[in-house]
């Protein structure tokens, strides 16, 4: 099981554009996926269809440590086969505040036990703080989405400062790579924010880059993945060629390809 955080302090670059549709790429592709949503804000919870949230990420945890939930209680199934969704609620903003050792783990003592699952994702909110922390504690890597504008760098030194620091508590934290998105191959802009990026980072920066297009913007507002909503897309093409990369640099074996299918059309 290889858990990811897919982390920007910077707001829009991406992250849960990319969670959701690398998630349902990994579960396409025929492996065990969990996307956990670690952001208030909720995106990642909005983008696929779920059957009644009882359980949130804030309930396993936020609280006294006898009232906290189990993990298992807050993971649902998408209409993916093979993806399952741990949705985050608003009482999230409250992990902000949690700073003693024990409650900072708690992400990743919970993570830890879902070894049924290939791999986890992470949709991190848009913030340096304790939430971050947590996220980073409970992975083995980062893949980190940036921007394809004007200042793409901004910030991405702080995040890279974290990574390191959080380091000396999680030794086999590793950056998986940085992903252009947003990207416009008729704006020079563009094209000077990939060259800063590559020159920057040089091979840690992914082959895949994420193109502006329409169809990922929407597709969310139908609960579906790129590859159900627009399989023709940019979009899509991105994507899938991103699980790949993905999968090469995590030197995964390709596992037995699952139909995507909506579990409610083969049942
Ligand atoms: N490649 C793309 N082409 C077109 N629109 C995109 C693309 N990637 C993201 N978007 C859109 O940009 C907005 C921000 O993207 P997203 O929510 O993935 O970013 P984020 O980094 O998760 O933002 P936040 O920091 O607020 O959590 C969304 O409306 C999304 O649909
Ligand atoms: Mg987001």
């Known amino acids: 099981m290889k858990i990811v955080a897919i982390a920007n302090q910077k707001g829009g ?26 952001d208030q804000q909720r995106n990642a919870t909005h983008s696929f269809e779920l059957p ?9 945890l936020v609280g006294s440590k006898k009232e906290l939930k189990d993990i298992r209680d807050a993971i649902y199934e998408t209409h993916i086969v093979g993806l399952d969704l741990v949705p985050a609620n608003i009482r999230l903003a409250l992990v902000e505040k949690q700073l003693t050792v024990g409650e900072q783990y708690r992400l990743k003592d919970a993570l830890s036990k879902l070894t049924e699952y290939d791999f986890i994702l992470i949709d991190c909110p848009p913030s340096l703080g304790a939430t971050l922390t947590q996220a980073l504690l409970a992975s083995h890597h980062v893949l980190v989405p ?107 074996e390709e596992a037995r390809p699952l139909k995507l299918v909506e579990k409610k059309e083969a049942s």
């Open 146 to 252: 940036i921007a394809a504008e004007y200042y793409p760098l901004e910030g991405v030194m702080d995040l890279d400062e974290t990574i390191e620091e959080t380091k000396r508590a999680n030794e086999s934290l590793k950056i998986l790579g940085y992903l252009m998105t947003r990207y416009d191959k008729r704006n020079g802009i563009c094209k000077e924010a990939l060259d800063k990026v590559k020159g920057m980072y040089g091979d840690l920066v992914f082959e895949a880059i994420i193109s502006t297009n329409v169809s990922l913007q929407t597709a969310p507002a139908y609960k579906k993945s790129i590859y159900e909503h627009a399989p023709e897309s940019k979009g899509s093409e991105n994507y899938l060629f991103l699980t790949d990369e993905v999968l090469e640099r995590l030197e995964v």
């Open 13 to 38: 670059v991406g992250k849960t554009t990319t969670a959701c549709n690398l998630a349902a790429g990994l579960a396409v592709k025929g492996f065990r996926t969990l996307l956990v949503d670690l």
């Open 52 to 60: 009644e949230v009882e359980a949130t990420l804030a309930e396993v």
